[in-house]
């Protein structure tokens, strides 16, 4: 057992605790250097937020020295250090006026205005997120602490994630958006303070001498006000981590309702749009070519009861105008510039004319061969008929005065067949 404990010794390589002392007060302060790091690490990580830049974020958090004050703080705390805590916390107020102000000023100038994924996820934290503080505040004063400090700065850099809340506030602040401030800011506070407690606990645990020795009463006070602040930052993590999982378990039920009730059963879907945030909630449909009855249409109501999709409104947009003015105005709600709204267009125009099989011949021979026809439709659809199978298939949809008999039915499969060799033929007879 103890052979076992002796892995986990953290007094092995430990560093004299003057030398971490010194190094720890040294990086609190902010001013001249740090101050100017701090800037340049605020634009970089709001400009990976604002293209949606994975990497560039990383980068700005690898050179942001946001790390010392907080650390400073928890080494005040766990030795009583009354004057380094209050300087560590000016410190810490400095530099996030500093963060604040940058990263506004950076917003307010930029073009782009929208909201990218990086961003939107620092704008509800929940207790994951307070493991992760806790795990990167672990291990950046396990490092500290060390004679050999090895490598684990930058990947505490990473995983606390101090710079992209900042910048996210300063993106609420920017645009006027106060719950994008708000949970940002929430966000930030909780790495900083949880940081601080990992690092409250590490140096209690390797005994760290005390710089004004307080009674037991006061420290008991301490503690209690260091258990009160974590009560009152996890509670509301706790809170957003259950509606996160219940907003997940929703979307995963509409996903799946959506592929076995429709796309497995050959309908084409052009537009999905689900509106979580309403009351009731929305899920809005258009299909290719498929007509809803109002009788199928209240089937899919009772199926979505089935999958355990409650409070939800069903939309099938059927009508063609209808349609183009709801994407139209989709696209003109992400305050798009004329030239992306003509593009987007384009693309959704391409999207539907891949499905059309448009041939002046082929309407041509349709007319001399099969004069009984009224009208006709035919489109092509793909089906993944298994995992990695992708079926093509001719859906061609007549009217006539009359079905056409089981020859001539034949003799048209046999002549669409012998123009796509390479597809599946099915034929329908639409009566309006």
Known sequence: MNQFLHFFN???GEDKKETVLEDVIHN???RGANAWILACAIVIASVGLNVNSTAVIIGAMLISPLMGPIVGAGFALGTFDFPL????MKNLLIATVISLVVSSLYFLLSPFKDAQSELLARTSPNIYDVLIAISGGLVGVIAITRVNKGNPIPGVAIATALMPPLCTAGYGLATGNITYFAGALYLYIINCVFICIATFVI???????KVHYVDPQREKKITQSITLITLVLVIPSLYFAYRLLQDRKYSNQVKQFVQQ???????TIIYERLVAASKPKRLELAFLDKKFSNEEI???????????IDNTQLIIRQDSLDLRSTILSEIDKRNVSVSEKDLTIRALNN????YQLADPELDRDIKIIFPTLSSYS?????????KDSLVNHIAFIYTASEPLETIERDKLGAWLKNHFPKDSITIVAYRP
Do not use: C
Request: no cysteine.
């Open 203 to 209: 140096v209690k645990y390797l005994r760290y001498p």
């Open 351 to 354: 999207t539907l004319s891949s």
């Open 261 to 267: 009730e429709l796309t497995d059963k050959g309908y």
């Open 85 to 88: 805590l209050k300087k560590s």
């Open 28 to 30: 609190i302060s902010f």
């Open 10 to 12: 953290l007094h092995e």
């Open 298 to 308: 209240n089937g899919l109501k009772e199926s979505m009861r089935a999958f355990g």
């Open 378 to 386: 035919i489109g092509r659809q793909q089906f993944y008929a298994k």
